[in-house]
């Protein structure tokens, strides 16, 4: 009698395991990786885009710095491994609910003894899920109140707002200074917006090279690659950028860095050897929102050095 549930626990457990893949396969694959000079260890300004800021960096070839109690990123030891700092309260109201469930399976009476109807794998799934969502939201409502960046460089129809930069509060980095940035800036990262999910779905590795630094080409041929070996290829067309923020703009040791949040739509499928689609639908856009980081040496073009996925 317990066959089937169990079966469709173990269905519902596999879709959840594979829905963050689901339509991540564009330019950086849903990954936050790349450099941010002196603040990749630091979360970039909260903005209209993107009022819960940035994921912390996964991979990056830039090495942490000393921690300092002027950067709180570097504090935590677990934050450049991509596990950002912890709320305590969410730390103990998770390990509480976790710990009593695990306490009541170990005595018999499932995740949570007081509800017998939960008591097999499905429920469990259930209510792990339902935890998830109730913490989640917690953690939002009372300890992540947006403090916005400053004014959307795109409204909802794409036209250009004027916008100031943001003044940099770098650690350790007396040499770090503010910089404007422009109508042509903005332009500029846009279609670099645009180029880089062209390039992608063209596995165009040259042009890649002229759009973004050497480490993100690094991370894009890496994920090419197990495109290639797996038999399916990702495309991306029709890119549009609805709405866009600037968070942060500064320069140090002769370059020059943006950070930038855009949510911007577009359409995403995958498909394999023989051309058919395997993931996503050529009827169907998609929405993301990420924050881009651009360098550039004085005087010179901007180039993508870093992305990061929107919490």
């Known amino acids: 009698m317990r066959r089937p549930g169990i079966l469709a626990a173990a269905f519902l457990a596999t879709a959840l395991a594979l829905a963050p893949g689901l339509a991540l396969a564009r330019a950086g694959s849903g990954s936050s990786f790349g450099s941010r000079g002196s603040q990749t260890y630091s979360l970039p300004p909260s903005t209209n885009t993107s009022p819960y800021s940035a994921a912390p960096m996964q991979r990056s070839l830039t090495q942490p710095a000393a921690p300092s109690y002027a950067n709180p990123g570097y504090a935590n030891p677990g934050y450049a491994q991509g596990y950002g700092n912890r709320s305590p309260f969410v730390s103990g109201l998770m390990g509480g609910l976790i710990g009593a469930g695990i306490g009541g399976m170990l005595f018999g009476h499932g995740l949570f003894g007081g509800i017998n109807g939960f008591g097999s794998m499905f429920g469990l799934l259930i209510q792990l899920v339902l935890i998830f969502w109730l913490v989640r939201w917690v953690f939002r409502r009372f300890f992540s109140a947006p403090a916005v960046a400053g004014p959307s460089l795109f409204d909802r129809m794409g036209a250009q707002q004027p916008a100031r930069p943001n003044v940099v509060p ?9 910089i404007q940035i422009g109508p042509s800036d903005y332009q500029a990262f846009e279609q670099l917006l645009k180029g880089v999910q062209q390039a992608w779905s063209n596995h165009d590795i040259n042009t890649l090279r002229a759009v973004a630094t050497p480490e993100m080409v690094s991370y894009f ?51 394999d050897h023989a051309g058919q689609v395997v993931d996503g639908s050529l009827a169907e856009r998609i929405t993301v929102t990420e924050i881009w980081t651009f360098m550039r040496v004085a005087g010179g073009r901007w180039i993508l050095s870093a992305i990061q996925q929107a919490r």
């Not at 770098?170 to 503010?178: E, K, Q, Y």
């Not at 994920?223 to 140090?252: F, I």
């Open 170 to 178: 770098l650690s350790g980095m007396p040499a770090a200074r503010a």
């Open 221 to 271: 041929a890496e994920q090419l690659g197990e495109q290639t070996s797996r038999g399916v290829r990702n495309y991306v067309s029709d890119v549009r950028l609805d709405q866009g923020d600037l968070s942060e703009a500064w320069a140090e040791e002769g370059r020059e860095y943006a950070t930038v949040a855009m949510r911007f739509s577009m359409v995403d499928v995958t498909r």
